[in-house]
């Protein structure tokens, strides 16, 4: 007997089985300014291909992930409806550049992790639009950029995002960011580091939005190469897993009936 009913949430679940009998690779979008790599030859040089491209190759050299970058000069930023609609985790990265982000694009970005989409975003995104808005905070900090280095604790050992990552790691050089930095209490606080002049701060953090789970992960000024790292790409493809919704849609509005009467109102199950 099919239990189908003309109401939403059945055919969410339905998706839901299916991607679990025939799991898909889970697509994710990398947005990035893409400026510096164009305009400061000592960034290209670090990055040729670009920091999106960086991240998209160690993801699509992972496994069950298809990545894809677009930058902020590209049409609509590279996040038009088909984009963000066929995103399920998307990253972020910007830096001298927030301003010039579209509020329509943002908000479009925001609806999307409401409705499940996971975000991550990486070291001066802390200031983009687009964190600010699902903070809803200052998210300002502490910074000192003299490529210093950087030890990152491992604080909630077994947190699915720092699998396969020792209890620390070092980045030799790296800008500096501290305490405080102003975001919402985290769900969960998964690194900590310290630097070379003292101070401390909460490198990995999540939340959840609505349905959207959200990860920040400090790491990644462009002069350095700290996406080539081995332990940064394994802690941003483990963020990406974690933040990947399982859920195809979330069904809101008016429930025509409760469970009792089901079948009795619906005989034919169609
Ligand atoms: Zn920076």
């Excluded at 040729?48 to 298809?66: D, E, R, S, W």
């Excluded at 609609?85 to 999307?112: L, N, P, Q, Y």
């Excluded at 998210?139 to 950029?145: I, N, P, T």
């Excluded at 491992?154 to 405080?180: A, C, N, Q, S, W």
Aim: net charge negative; aromatic share 10%.
């Amino acid at each position: 007997m099919r239990m189908l009913s003309p109401d939403m949430e059945t055919s969410t679940l339905a998706t839901n089985l299916d991607t679990q009998t025939a799991p898909l690779p889970i697509r994710v979008t990398i947005w990035n300014e893409g400026r510096y790599e164009k305009n400061r030859p000592e960034i290209a040089s670090v990055y040729p291909v670009g920091i999106h491209g960086a991240i998209a190759q160690a993801l699509n050299n992972a496994g069950g992930i298809q990545a894809r970058g677009v930058t902020l000069d590209d049409m609509e930023h590279g996040l038009t409806d088909e984009v963000v609609d066929s995103t399920d985790v998307m990253i972020w990265w910007g830096h001298g550049h927030h301003a010039d982000v579209d509020d329509r694009i943002v908000e479009r970005v925001h609806k999307r992790v409401l409705a499940g989409m996971g975000m991550v975003v990486l070291h001066s995104g802390h200031f983009s639009k687009i964190f600010k808005r699902l903070m809803g905070t200052t998210c300002d900090l502490k910074w000192r950029d003299t490529g210093e280095r950087e030890t990152l604790w491992v604080t909630r050992p077994g947190h699915p995002i720092v699998e396969g990552i020792d209890d620390h790691f070092v980045l030799d050089k790296e800008e500096m960011y501290g305490e405080y930095f102003d975001v919402p209490e985290p769900e969960s606080t998964f690194l900590i580091s310290s630097f070379e002049g003292g101070e401390v701060f909460r490198s990995g953090m999540t939340w959840t939005r609505g349905a959207g789970k959200i990860v920040y992960f400090r790491p990644g000024h462009e002069t350095f190469p700290t996406y080539y790292d081995k332990r940064v790409q394994r802690i941003i493809e483990n963020a990406v897993r974690w933040a990947h919704p399982l859920w195809g849609k979330v069904g809101y509005g008016e429930r025509k009936m409760g469970w009792v009467n089901r079948e009795q109102t619906n005989p034919t199950g169609s």
